[in-house]
């Protein structure tokens, strides 16, 4: 495909739209409780589907529906449904670290080797390419043994316990001797039952339990296999363009891949409903917050289709998977104390370091 230099310029400055928004679109849900991660991923679902029907009046003037590329959503939505678990064991910056590496691998792999069907994409430095890709690879240690700090933020409803407990605390003060016995029998029937649903339908409250590096352990294999799922969900919106079933730009693809999204999330909470009964984990407050993030994540999935469109795999995926890492890992660093200390702060360092050095290979690459 010829590309002029402005659409090149504008595939570039999608990238690093994509960046921002990929990097942040989490932050807007860390102060709210996100319980087990269903209703959170069903809400961020709901945003991306609304965002999807306007962006498919701009970018599909056709508005043919292509089921095949719903696939790619589902496989997006699995992905997704770890992520709560992922930021609750290991902390958002480096859970976002961690899952965009196999990400940006996942999609090399792919585009340069042409796998599932699609056509390899040709560079024309092939050797850098290979050095850029593993050195993108070899910063996985680094973020592997940065120590985050996930207990520095208390989520609504533990901020809501304590307030609750501090308020019985000082009726005690207040209320007589003799009726003090009835008053707080009577709050524990009131709020005490609240307080017992919210656990025993919160399915991930055995993570709190594990042994402490056998929970990060634990948070870090779920990050990198995430990151498989999210490199592969433009690969069946790719398998149509590159055997002739659609239009050449991925962007075109935007409504049905947030379709299936919507369907998988949907599905996933009808079965979450039938497991939980009458016990589920959801917290009304986290809905607008969660819709804003999907409404951010689909800005920066539009953009990066776009610049797949014109721009090889190898270097959107560079881009794309590694600098939301970057990005969340700032916000754990300024904004939530996350990382702490110098030898986090090396650590980091040196993952940048070598996360920078493969991606500026990959593109120079070509």
Known sequence: ???????????????FVSV???????????????????????????????????????????HVFYPFAMIGGMIWAFGNLMTVPIIRMIGISLGIS???ITNLAMGWFTGTFGLFGLNPQTVANQPLNI?????????????????SNVSGT??????EEKKSVEVVKEKENLIPKDTEVAIETAE????????????????????????????????????????LFFG????????????GLGPVEQYSYIFSHACGIMITSIVFIICYAIITLDSPVMYPQTFLPAIVSGIMWEIAQVAFMFSNTYLPWSITFSINAAGPGLVSTLWGILAFAEIRGWRNYLLFGGGVVFLLSGVLCVVFSR
């Open 1 to 15: 495909m010829d590309v002029s230099w402005q659409t090149t310029l504008l595939a570039y400055f999608c990238c």
């Open 20 to 62: 921002v928004f990929f990097g942040s679109n989490y932050v807007v849900v860390k102060k709210f409780p996100t319980g087990d991660g269903l209703f959170f991923q069903f809400a961020l679902s709901v945003g991306i589907f609304l965002t999807s029907i306007f962006l498919e009046f701009v970018t599909n003037p056709t």
């Open 98 to 100: 961690l899952w965009g």
């Open 131 to 147: 050095v850029g890709a593993c050195f993108a690879c070899l910063s996985v240690p680094f973020y592997g043994f940065i120590k």
């Open 154 to 159: 208390k989520p609504a409803e533990v901020k």
């Open 188 to 227: 524990i029937e009131k709020k005490g039952e609240p307080l017992k649903e919210t656990k025993e339908g919160n399915i991930f409250d055995f993570l709190d339990t594990m042994n402490p590096l056998a929970r990060r352990l634990c948070g870090i294999v779920l990050a990198l296999c995430a990151g």
């Open 232 to 243: 592969s969900n433009f690969t069946p919106p790719q398998y149509m363009i590159d055997n």
